[in-house]
């Protein structure tokens, strides 16, 4: 099962433009669908994007179409999320998950994903 740890996250200016990163170690994620999520305390998990294993392609969901970018590098075995035009409204944490089974679904559902990193916190502030 692959294992996954999420990095980049910490205190962005709105308007600020972070890298997360999703690392992962004992299988390959090109070889796994890959989904970024984020979440808000008291509230439920969301899908942000997703990448699908093999191909590369990508879904997004509507709020973050066209700010956010999914890639993958292949040689680092890892799954980025660029964050672009941040609003204070994405402050969350935001997780990484992977599932070698899994086509990404345009809702990108969290619970179609079987393995999880711990999150990252971030926080857009002024």
């Known amino acids: 099962q692959v294992q996954l740890v999420e990095s980049g996250g910490g205190l962005v200016q709105p308007g600020g433009s972070p890298r997360l990163s999703c690392a992962a170690s004992?299988?390959?994620?090109?070889?796994?669908?890959t989904g970024w999520f984020r979440q808000a305390p008291g509230k439920e998990r969301e899908g942000v994007s997703c990448?699908?294993?093999?191909?590369?392609?990508?879904v997004y969901v509507d709020f973050v179409r066209g700010r956010f970018t999914i890639s993958r590098d292949n040689a680092k075995n890892t799954v980025y999320l660029q964050m672009n035009s941040l609003k204070p409204e994405d402050t969350d944490v935001y997780f990484c998950?992977?599932?070698?089974?899994?086509?990404?679904?345009?809702?990108?559902?969290?619970?179609?994903?079987?393995?999880w990193g711990q999150g990252t916190q971030v926080t857009v502030s002024s």
């Open positions: 998950a992977g599932d070698s089974a899994l086509y990404c679904s345009d809702n990108v559902l969290p619970g179609d994903f079987g393995s």
């Open positions: 004992g299988s390959t994620l090109a070889y796994h669908a």
């Open positions: 990448i699908n294993r093999s191909d590369g392609s990508t």
